[in-house]
Every structure is written in structure tokens, then in C-alpha cells.
């Protein structure tokens, strides 16, 4: 099974600012079949990127996506309100499919 | 627009039963596989159930393989799941989500509302 750590637990940003969120698997991900996703507050989680780069239907493009292998990067440049969020990173490379632990942005 | 409707859930006690339904729509359920994912309460995500489009194929997590079983509908747009056995670690929400499917298996792009499971005596 492959492990996905992501870095850092929580990331405080002001808005308007870049965010940047790690996700690092214990070994290589096939096809680089990596995702992102958001969840809010009380809310499902929403599919942002996969293939590690593609966004996801109706995403914005401050949203991106990069890393191979085993090293994964979610890059949200301008932080929006309702970007404060918690982000799983998922691969999909290998059964069974894992989630990370998840990176919680909040405000700073 | 697509949308994914959950019912069934709730209180439970250990050892007991309970059905999960998702009624989909806005778009042809049959040429999607289907997901059910959980999430503990303050936890993160777990896929515990996968079935192929027309169910030919499922998948289980090794934490309900036994206990759990996932069906399909394809005539009623209906996605199941069977829980039995259950156990306090099950207590969670559970997800009904979509597999993107075209581009890979395990993507989920569509998520139902969730519905919260407790187990407890």
C-alpha cells in the first residue's frame, strides 16, 4: 500500500498570498496518478486536479498542480476566502487507492 | 447537473446492520463506476468500497472486506451499500462518489452529501 505524507499539518496564509502544500508518497506513483481535493467546513470533499496537473471541472486556474514520482506540489496562488479549506492529495496509481492526512489552510 | 442523494444511516448498535442508497442523477449512472468513501469524524479519508459500471467488478478495503457489500442498480440509477457487523471503528461518514472513469478508475469527481453512520451501544 502506498503511503502519502503531506507537509506542512497547517499552513497559515493571509488572503491574496500563494500557498503551497506538499505530498510526498512512500513509493513511486504510477502514471503520476495523483489528485487533490478540498473539503470546507461541513461540506463533501471537491475534485480539484488530477493526473497531478489537470483541473478538475469548474476549477480556477489559481489552482495548479506538478511533481512526479513521489513528490507532489498543490500551488493556490491569491488565496480566496473560501480557499481556506482542509486538501487531501489521493493516488490512484495503485490498489488500494490512499489519501494523505490531509493540510489544513486557515488565515493568518 | 449531476447529483448524488444518500439516505439510511444512523445510530446503530455493535454487531447490527444498516443499508446505505444513493439515488443518482444527471447523467448515464450506468457507464460510471461508483465509490463509497468515509471519513471519521475529525479523520481523513478512507475508499472502503469501489464497483465497476455494471458491477462486474468490486472492489473492498481490507477494514470491511466481509462485513460490507456494495451493489448496484443500473434500471433504478441506485448505488447500495450493506453493512453488517458493524463495529464502533466504523462510525464515520460515508460518501457516494462518482469515478471519473474515462481518464482512470479512482478519480472521484462527483460526491453525494454524506451521510453519518454511528456505532454504539
Known sequence: ?108 | DVHLVQSGGGPVNPGGSLRLSCAASGFTFGSYSMNWVRQAPGKGLECVSSISSIGSYVYYADSVKGRFTISRDNAKNSLYLQMTSLRAEDTAVYYCVRDETVTSWGIFDYWGQGTLVTVSS
Open chain 1, 1 to 108: 500500500e502506498i503511503v502519502l505524507t503531506q507537509s506542512p499539518d497547517t499552513l497559515s496564509v493571509s488572503p491574496g498570498e500563494r500557498a503551497t502544500l506538499s505530498c510526498r508518497a512512500s513509493q513511486r506513483v504510477r502514471s503520476n496518478s495523483l489528485a487533490w481535493y478540498q473539503q470546507r467546513p461541513g461540506q463533501a470533499p471537491r475534485l480539484l486536479i488530477f493526473g497531478t496537473s489537470n483541473r478538475g471541472t469548474g476549477i480556477p486556474d489559481r489552482f495548479s498542480g506538478s511533481g512526479s514520482g513521489t513528490d507532489f506540489t498543490l500551488t493556490i496562488s491569491r488565496l480566496e476566502p473560501g480557499d481556506f479549506a482542509v486538501y487531501y492529495c489521493q493516488q490512484y496509481g495503485s490498489t488500494p487507492w490512499t489519501f494523505g492526512p490531509g493540510t489544513k489552510v486557515e488565515i493568518k
